[in-house]
């Protein structure tokens, strides 16, 4: 049984580097916290979990409707999470939709795995320069509103590959929950209300962001207002009817255009060429084994396949089982091993289009357990860097600071023959760049590149180039159990935190014996890499500081961490959806 792993002899601890710098990653945080609304009073915990033949789970259950409406017309998980995204894009403007990216995993009833991409991409014109001004580099905050940030949307085109691929339903049909919802009008909640206010200037940037969510007085419409948006309506009709051409050429990209190159503030270069151009890709699934559980998810430009699966791997030879999801232990080498796999995932990671990106080597499970050798359950590693994977001994890349990120929204379906999609969406930070086109915000997705392209005489892989994708930390997770089967499909928000969200989660349902539902109520540890260890405030985790501290973490850090993710499981061939209780999320089954 995969309980039975007590008895491995305590590796001793080998001294590592550390390159990453400790005093960024408090403002980094407390700007995430500025613009994340901390769970609300209004929004109650839940405990129960959904059941049905096919099921949705989503951030926003008008979403998780949508989805569900496609599966009881006949439609698949593909057909479903199309609708769950345009459906998003009303509801959810400040985190994700048709002006942003994704990234799509999806398996068939055999097992077989497929991935696309759907990252943004950067405008021809963008050079490793880009984000400095006048010889100084922008900060985060600088950069976002205005077309400085601001990729080729990749959603359309995602939607449409996924669709001609596996989809069922007509494309007209994925549409409608989303048009009516535009066009009849939907109503702002709590969440919704409160980024408004955190987010005054990027969502009421321009005049159409104004007009859509605030009053005369520049204050946002309150909780329960019914907002239309006839504009975006008409974008997904006209979407609706000819197809992604409708948003890849004539007047949508136009717009785009205009907006980015004459906006307000940071205006750049973007051509209807290079919307034109947008390709929506295949790529290879990246995959390796927990346990007796085969763990799939996204490869380059995400960094979350390798993420998640470096961080369990790391973890196998220890019995969390046996020590618990209260053991200051258990939460301790999941850390550990966390900060190994985010310094890999810091140096390496980046769109394998542009750059030599070592994904084999991450995941090998020879350089895992060499790599992992150096977590010691009774005490720290003072400090980490970067390993050399196979793959990478010719590499020479710097280690850049952790990058800000913030936002999107992730979602899950399967279908009633077990067909099922695991599917996270972006526009980056709350209502993206600001800008508004057809009733959409654009994505300031480009500051997910590391915005200083050289340190210390090294170029940073994740560097701003012309036509290239920015690394994501968006960790859309398919688990398989011993048998084959599908076991968990699970995805998070939250920017660089998505990874280990997507770990706790998995480790809940396959350590602890959990239901996905309690197990996306976990406490969330975040080590990305550096000295501080994060962990969520107000949880439990924040009682076992001092142990965490005794063991060796000098810095023990409570955050109001930025957490959303959704999950669906099968048990005994029954599935029951799960939706994280921060969040206004739900699960829903046909």
């Known amino acids: 049984c995969h309980h039975c792993r007590s008895g491995r002899k305590r590796i001793a601890l080998a001294g590592m580097k550390l390159r990453l710098i400790a005093a960024f990653a408090a403002p980094l945080l407390a700007g995430a916290c500025a613009n994340t609304p901390a769970p609300l009073a209004s929004a109650p915990a839940r405990t129960e979990q959904a059941y049905g033949a096919g099921m949705v789970s989503a951030a926003d259950p008008r979403a998780a409707d949508a989805g569900v409406q496609m599966l009881r017309q006949g439609g698949n998980a593909t057909d479903a999470a199309i609708a769950v995204m345009l459906a998003l894009t009303v509801v959810e403007p400040q985190s994700s939709g048709i002006g942003g990216g994704g990234l799509y995993v999806e398996t068939s009833p055999d097992g077989q795995v497929m991935t696309i991409d759907g990252r943004e991409k950067a405008p021809a014109a963008a050079h490793p320069q880009w984000f400095f001004k006048d010889g100084k580099l922008l900060s985060y905050s600088e950069a976002v509103p205005g077309g400085t940030s601001v990729g080729v949307p990749g959603n359309i085109a995602l939607a449409a590959k996924a669709h001609k691929q596996h989809g069922k339903l007509p494309w007209a049909a994925l549409f409608q929950p989303a048009i009516r919802l535009a066009s009849d009008g939907f109503v702002i909640t709590p969440r919704l209300n409160g980024m408004l206010k955190g987010s005054a200037h990027v969502a009421g940037f321009t005049p159409d962001g104004q007009a859509l969510f605030y009053d005369a007085a520049g204050q946002p419409l309150p909780v329960g207002t019914t907002v239309r948006n006839p504009a975006l309506a008409a974008t997904l009709q006209a979407v609706a009817d000819q197809g992604p051409k409708a948003f890849y050429s004539g007047s949508n990209p136009r717009a785009i255009v205009a907006r980015v190159t004459t906006a307000p503030r940071n205006p750049e270069p973007m051509t209807e060429a290079d919307i034109a151009a947008y390709e929506a890709k295949d790529r290879a699934p990246v995959c390796g ?133 695991s599917y996270t969406s972006t526009i980056e930070s709350p209502f993206g760049s600001g800008l508004v086109v057809g009733g959409y915000f654009l994505n300031n997705e480009l500051t997910d590149f590391d915005m200083n392209p050289e340190l210390d005489g090294k170029m940073v892989a994740n560097r701003v180039e012309g036509g290239k994708r920015p690394r994501s930390s968006m960790s859309p997770t398919l688990v398989f159990g011993p048998d084959g089967k599908l076991r968990l499909a699970v995805g998070a928000a939250g920017g660089a935190t998505i990874p280990a969200q997507v770990i706790r989660a998995i480790i809940g349902v396959l350590d602890w014996d959990m239901g996905a539902q309690d197990a996306l109520g976990l406490p969330v540890i975040f080590a990305p890499g550096i000295d501080v260890v994060f962990v969520e405030q107000g949880s439990s985790l924040e009682a076992l500081i001092p142990a965490l501290k005794a063991l060796g973490h000098d810095q023990v850090v409570p955050r109001g961490l930025p957490l959303k993710a959704n999950a669906i499981e099968v048990v005994d061939g029954e599935l029951r959806g799960a939706a994280d209780p921060r969040s206004e999320g739900r699960a829903l089954g046909e």
């Open 289 to 421: 084994t927990y346990r007796q559980y085969r763990i799939c998810g996204m490869g380059p430009p995400s960094s979350g396949g390798t993420t998640v699966i470096a961080t369990l791997k790391m973890l196998e030879r220890f019995d969390l089982h046996e020590l618990g999801k209260d053991s200051p232990t258990a939460w301790h080498l999941i850390a550990e091993s966390m900060r190994l796999a985010y310094a890999d995932r810091a140096r390496y990671t980046a769109d394998a289009d542009f750059v030599p990106v070592p994904v084999a080597g991450l995941v090998d499970p020879g350089y895992l357990a060499a790599r992992g050798a150096a977590i010691d359950p009774v005490k720290t590693i003072p400090t980490v860097s970067a390993g050399t994977p196979p793959g990478a001994e010719k590499l020479s890349l710097a280690d850049p600071a952790l990058a800000e990120e913030y936002g999107t929204s992730h979602f899950v379906a399967i279908d009633r023959s077990g067909h099922a999609v």
